[in-house]
């Protein structure tokens, strides 16, 4: 039964576990970006899939690549979202995986994350309410949250980890499943042993904390740069164009 990927769920128990206030809002923050990255993961992964499938043109290439190229100079979680936005558009409607997006991200997504990034870029640049304040951004964030959480899209397919043996390297290789078709989100979703290095909820999660269960983790911004080229250079190959 497909459901709230593994380390969602982990990031989603800390911060329901924690019980000091301002220790639970960054513990929201945390959460709120893996969900919202994990949106940006799916989308790009299918973005790249696309490009392999459907002839695009040049003009949609490189107004993609643009957006990517850009927005990667400054990878905030703003900028995630703003990937997901941007980006999705240029998949057909027949090849988008998850398949009512248009609709989910009108009426759910856009409007949670609007609510959501403005909450986490305050504290980011350093606001230390008291507790009741952090009490009061909790209740005013935590509905959107759940809206997204609760949306049919986070939890609809399943999310597995294979191996893919290349001579005599093994790796692992992330991807989400449902009946006839299987979208690969690696290496933007990576599969890293949280436990051995010990983090919790991978890089989106506090350090120092080990977890007890070895789990996908994102991928994020000290690796965005070499990510966008990577995107980009699928492109280039799956098409066989010269982008300029």
């Known amino acids: 039964m497909p459901q709230i990927p593994e380390y969602i769920q982990t990031l989603q128990t800390q911060f329901e576990a924690e019980t000091q206030p301002f220790k639970k809002v960054h513990r929201l923050i945390d959460l709120s970006e893996a ?13 790249m899939e696309s490009m392999t499938k459907t002839m695009q043109s040049q003009e949609d290439i490189a107004t993609a690549r643009g957006i990517l190229a850009q927005g990667l100079k400054t990878p905030s979680l703003g900028i995630w979202a703003f990937f997901t936005e941007k980006i999705f558009p240029f998949i057909p409607k027949e090849d988008l995986f998850w398949e009512d997006f248009h609709t989910y991200f009108e009426k759910t997504l856009k409007k949670a994350s609007a609510e959501i990034i403005p909450f986490r870029n305050s504290y980011a640049h350093g606001s230390t ?3 009741k304040e952090c009490l009061a951004d909790i209740q005013k964030i935590l509905p959107h949250l759940d809206k997204i959480l ?5 939890d609809r397919y399943e999310l597995r980890v294979g191996e893919v043996i290349k001579g005599t390297r093994v790796s692992s290789v ?13 290496p933007l979703l990576v599969y890293r042993d949280s436990e051995k290095r010990g983090i919790a909820g ?13 789990q996908p983790c994102l991928t994020v911004n000290r690796k965005a740069r070499s990510l966008s080229l990577l995107v980009l250079s699928l492109v280039e190959v799956s098409k066989g164009h010269t982008l300029p």
């Open 129 to 131: 309410p008291d507790d």
């Open 150 to 154: 609760k949306g049919g899209i986070v």
């Open 174 to 186: 992330v991807s989400l499943e449902k009946e006839g078709r299987s979208l690969v989100l690696s």
């Open 35 to 47: 969900v919202i990255k994990f949106h940006t993961v799916v989308i790009l992964s299918n973005f």
């Open 202 to 214: 991978g890089s989106t999660g506090l350090v120092g904390e080990p977890s007890r269960t070895h």
